[in-house]
């Protein structure tokens, strides 16, 4: 739902903004009066509307039980040289550098977990809980004040309405960054991959693709086999890529491997 969802939402933000200006500015044309800050501004004022009216839709939606089920996001813009990125949750974006003979990742986005300290402290003065299970002691959960449940391993999210008094909150992190002639490509992928693979693994594996395509599917198949060497006795979490290469390569593309409980990237 919120991958088929959001895009449209943004653009109805955006447009929304947009026309508020226009009218402000004596029905100027917008993109020929407003430098680059301004409409950067506008984009990132969108995404925080967009993602605040996804959360609103997924909670009307009956055939949804989203009190202790949700999902991630983590959306690119390109205008122009300049990228315009927002996350929720634990997916992330990672952009690929050349850095002298060598390609280097640059991770673009925080993993919003609640193991980071200014996200803790918001769950915690919402009378939310954070702990590790016993057996999982390096991964920080959210729990309900008086119950343990549910058990969340994400501090931002869309759905997982349980913890909305809690918390757990559908505001995205936004960041800005402008490509330059060393940077190559963007892989977009959710927590599965980065789960078992490094950022340094995964631009390796997108530099050798031929396309976007090749690079996403390579992405999603090596994460795979990870999971199954790593943790040959746990579910596989869902692995879904998405790669954009920056220098007059093809369009991008879409590799999702489908697994149980699958989150939307």
């Not at 959360?55 to 202790?68: A, H, M």
């Not at 959210?142 to 549910?150: A, G, K, R, T, Y």
């Not at 909150?169 to 980065?194: C, E, K, M, N, Y």
Request: charged share 25%; aromatic share 6%.
């Amino acid at each position: 739902m919120v991958r088929n969802r959001l895009p449209s939402l943004l653009l109805s933000e955006k447009n929304a903004i947009a026309n508020i200006t226009v009218g402000s500015n004596n029905n100027e044309m917008i993109d020929e009066n407003l430098g680059p800050s301004e409409y950067l501004r506008q984009w990132k004022e969108a995404f925080v509307r967009a993602f605040k009216v996804m959360d609103k839709e997924i909670k009307l939606q009956e055939n949804l039980d989203c009190s202790s089920s949700g999902t991630t996001a983590v959306v690119v813009i390109k205008l122009g040289e300049d990228l315009v990125i927002s996350n929720l949750g634990d997916s992330r974006a990672v952009l690929g550098m050349i850095s002298g003979d060598r390609i280097v990742p640059i991770q673009l986005t925080r993993d919003l977990k609640p193991s980071v300290p200014s996200e803790a402290d918001r769950i915690k003065k919402c009378n939310g809980r954070v702990l590790a299970l016993r057996n999982e002691l390096h991964v920080q959960r959210v729990w309900l004040p008086h119950e343990d449940s549910p058990g969340l391993a994400m501090s931002r999210a869309f759905g997982d309405f349980l913890l909305k008094n809690h918390g757990i909150i559908a505001l995205p992190d936004i960041s800005h960054h402008r490509i330059t002639s060393d940077d190559q490509f963007i892989v977009l992928a959710t927590d599965g991959v980065w789960d078992v693979l490094s950022n340094d693994q995964v631009t390796s594996i997108v530099w050798a693709a031929e396309n976007e395509q090749a690079a996403a599917k390579a992405v999603v198949e090596a994460a795979a086999a990870a999971w199954r060497n790593k943790f040959p006795y746990f579910k596989m979490d869902d692995c879904t890529a998405v790669c954009l290469f920056l220098q007059k390569r093809k369009q991008h593309c879409l590799s999702s491997l489908l697994l149980p409980q699958p989150v939307t990237l």
